[in-house]
Nanobody
Framework: EVQLQASGGGLVQAGGSLRLSCGTS????????IGWFRQAPGKEREGVSC????????YYDDSVKGRFTISSDNAKNTLSLQMNNLKPEDTAVYYC????????????????????????WGKGTQVTVSS
């Protein structure tokens, strides 16, 4: 059974940093693209970042490039997202996700908007950035 659990969210002032972590089980990173999407109140889900080992792609949404860094520890089956210089518009619930490797980061980058949805995602963690 595939399981993902995000943690590390919280309340931070604009300009601050947070590090999100995702514990996973039931699959190997080599077979899946792994990443993060977020959802703010009243808005669609938005792809944030993704790693796809099958095609060597690392994806960042334009809104987070230069501020967020995704990383993984394949031996420990954990995924992380270091978020620096946070902005109020980063406020959202953040979810870690896994999608079949053949699709690379395509679906995680646009969750639910390509006629298909991400294969697996876990309970999210709230990130709130105050101005």
């Amino acid at each position: 059974e595939v399981q993902l659990q995000a943690s590390g969210g919280g309340l931070v002032q604009a300009g601050g940093s947070l590090r999100l972590s995702c514990g996973t089980s039931g699959f190997t990173f080599d077979d899946y693209a792994i990443g993060w999407f977020r959802q703010a109140p009243g808005k669609e889900r938005e792809g944030v970042s993704c790693i796809s080992y099958s095609d060597g792609v690392t994806y960042y949404d334009d809104s987070v490039k230069g501020r967020f860094t995704i990383s993984s520890d394949n031996a420990k089956n954990t995924l992380s997202l270091q978020m620096n210089n946070l902005k109020p518009e980063d406020t959202a619930v953040y979810y870690c996700a896994a999608d079949r490797g053949i699709r690379g980061c395509t679906v995680i980058a646009a969750p639910g908007r390509l006629g298909v949805d991400v294969d697996y995602w876990g309970k999210g963690t709230q990130v709130t950035v105050s101005s």
